[in-house]
């Protein structure tokens, strides 16, 4: 991997499996935007080869994957190095091997949404590299939260001083990383833009994944 850049990231324990939660280099959100903005929106063969929507949960417009091309050096590198972190921060362990399944890119507009599911592998995250300028507003507006456009995780049920479900907003450069098998979901918005987010698949060591060996 290349050598890695300053990198500042947090570790949430709301519930069993931690959430690692970084910030995205403007660089980098800038080398996948131009990815999808020259190429995919200008080149319909190419979006075509690319269309990665049979693989994935998501019931929204697009879904692209990424090539090798694009995704080294710098997302292998920024990837490897907050899954790194998160491991170390998580179990206090250091991880050697690093390998990226798939990363593609997510194009969610006006009433798209990503029903509960899981990915494959040990790790996966997702980082948010465009968004429209806002979500839409609550059909009921007495509600407090408005939950438009946020991705929730889920794991467990609500008792007595486990909460067992957690929504963020997205923001700009957000990046969340996760243990394969916890059920997320991505809430649908309204208006105009886009919500345009990167995520990836990886293995790591599997004597650090399997803690039943």
């Known amino acids: 991997m290349k050598e890695e850049v300053n990198l500042e990231i947090s570790v949430r324990r709301n519930f069993g499996p931690p959430i690692g939660n970084a910030i995205m280099p403007e660089f980098l959100i800038d080398q996948l935007n131009n990815f999808v903005d020259d190429q995919i929106d200008k080149n319909s063969q190419l979006s075509k080869e690319l269309d990665f929507g049979s693989n994935l949960a998501g019931q929204v417009k697009q879904e692209i994957k990424l090539p090798n091309d694009i995704i080294q050096p710098d997302l292998l590198s920024f990837l490897g190095n907050v899954s790194k972190h998160y491991i170390k921060l998580s179990c206090k362990k250091d991880i050697s091997e690093f390998k990226i399944i798939d990363a593609w890119i997510v194009r969610q507009f006006e009433n798209d949404y990503n029903p509960m599911h899981y990915h494959s592998g040990h790790l996966s995250g997702v980082g948010y590299i465009k968004l429209p300028d806002n ?79």
Not at 148 to 174: E, R, T
Not at 202 to 208: C, M, Q, R, T
């Open 135 to 213: 979500f839409g507003v609550s059909p009921n507006k007495t509600k407090k939260d408005n939950p438009n456009g946020n991705i929730s995780f889920q794991y467990g049920v609500k008792q007595f001083l486990a909460n067992g479900h957690v929504s963020y907003k997205p923001k700009l450069g957000d990046f969340y990383i996760f243990p394969n098998y916890l059920y997320h979901s991505v809430h649908p918005f309204y208006g105009e833009g886009e919500r345009r987010s990167v995520s990836f698949n990886a293995f790591i060591d599997d004597k650090i994944y399997n803690v039943y060996a």
